[in-house]
């Protein structure tokens, strides 16, 4: 099967209907576009899944908090869709933003204390309108599976508790995080970067892999995880830890006394680009 | 075919798969049972409409902002099936309290500027808390048409924005109230009454019918229309108008002027038993 484009929402339900009909799995893998290689592999787990995958590409306007983060983030929608053809995507889907929001979005989806801490904290209104937009796709494309990023972490637990609380016939599967060959995770915001920035850039990933070794190695207390993590970070180098924070891989809340796995998670501003990024931490076993 | 009974989501979504492989139109009633002659208007729509009909009981107790209407509220179960069954109901949900709500609702629906008046005003939470369990209900069923009354006009509307703003494939039907022999709307709630003050509930009615004349008559200023209205009620009866308000039919915005359709709508207490109802008002056509 060849590559299909669909602009309207309408007409991607009708391909779908087809579909539909003879039982076959729908999988849903939704991004912003600029496509990389973590999107290549959530593409090819759910081509190993589902008989059918739809790829959709829509820069959601709403669940960008900074006027110049939405304008500056990077579209290549033609190479996308190249992308999605190499990658044997059956379905492109390529909403305008009329498509999407054709009047102003009455009923919103409100995160709970999930979207308290990290990213939820520092940026107003984005993860609610994240889980809007994610539940307006999963409508819109009713997949049996649907496929996110790990490095999103946050992003992904809140849509697990989406399709929990409003019992969605879906199944989230979360895909690893795919890096760089220093450890960098592959993020579209990576090619606003300088290539200066780009080397400094890795110092969150460092952090992060510190903050695990501390606590593979019988570190208890977050806080003092935290602080010493922190004075790691060399001075002169042109990165702003935005925030580091151990939390529940599940519920993602604050974890005090690390008695069992954590998230260790961060986000940084290199100049003007937010990049974000976590690793799973786990304690020693107690062997008493 | 027979009433079924289904308790489970997972009971219930089996026996629905089977119909929907057919290519049936389902129908869901979603009630909170203690079902009047007002919900089998509904269920004799959707009959004629559907090929499969559900209808749901479920006392949601996330929508009630007081202890005590939660507590009693009019529960009358075994009556209510044997109202499906004559009216040829195919399956009845009644879902208990775990089945809904197995786990802390994390996510829920946030209603914008539309919740903001009439009820929404008086019952904090509450408009959310309708549009959260219709937006489950709806994804448990995945019903092609779903039937609410329009006494409930601003949850009806409320209903219809969560469908268009979240782009559900179903079809919102409002089905007009039924009123006793006096005007009286029916509701769950009449069956608090005692005999006096079922008789003085009619006032409110009657104010909505006022205002309903007012208007016809070539009134345009809702101000004085609310003003003449709420004069009209006679001093010595026990029954309190918590508001009257003119709105837009579609939107529920207040209306300063009236140049088309409105909506006019009440809420009244009557001992401590809370009743609501509305009406639409034409002005008279201009004739220039």
């Not at 602009?7 to 991004?31: D, F, K, M, N």
């Not at 999963?138 to 996110?148: C, D, H, N, S, T």
């Not at 207390?221 to 602080?227: D, G, T, W």
């Amino acid at each position: 099967m060849t590559t299909a484009l669909s602009e309207s929402i309408e007409q991607l339900r009708a391909r779908l209907t087809e579909h539909r009909r003879t039982g076959i799995t729908i999988g849903l893998v939704p991004t912003m576009g600029s496509l990389h290689a973590g999107h290549v592999r959530l593409i090819e787990q759910a081509k190993q899944e589902c008989g059918i995958v739809v790829t959709s590409i829509f820069v959601n306007p709403l669940q960008f908090d900074r006027d110049d983060d939405f304008k500056n983030y990077p579209r290549t929608l033609a190479e996308d869709i190249e992308v999605c053809k190499s990658s044997a995507v059956d379905i492109v889907f390529t909403p305008s933003v009329d498509e999407i929001y054709p009047s102003p979005q009455e009923c919103t989806i409100k995160v709970g204390r999930l979207g308290t801490y990290l990213c939820g904290k520092y940026r107003p209104g984005h993860l609610n309108s994240v889980a809007t937009v994610v539940m307006k796709l999963l409508q819109i494309v009713q997949p049996g599976r649907a496929y996110f990023g790990e490095k999103d972490a946050q992003q992904l637990a809140i849509i697990r508790y989406l399709v929990r609380d409003f019992l969605l016939p879906v199944t989230i599967v979360g895909v690893p995080t795919v890096r760089e060959a220093d450890g960098l995770a592959l993020s579209s915001r990576n090619q606003l970067l300088s290539p200066t920035q780009r080397q400094t850039a890795i110092v969150l990933y460092k952090l992060l892999l510190y903050t695990q070794k501390k606590i593979a190695t019988g570190m208890k207390e977050a806080k003092i995880v935290k602080e010493l993590a922190m004075a790691q970070i060399p001075k002169d180098v042109a990165v702003r830890i935005e925030y580091l924070e151990l939390v529940d891989p599940e519920n993602m809340q604050p974890v005090e006394l690390i008695a069992g796995p954590v998230l260790a998670a961060g986000a940084a501003w290199v100049g003007t680009t937010r990049l974000i990024d976590n690793v799973i931490c786990n304690p020693i076993a107690d062997t008493h």
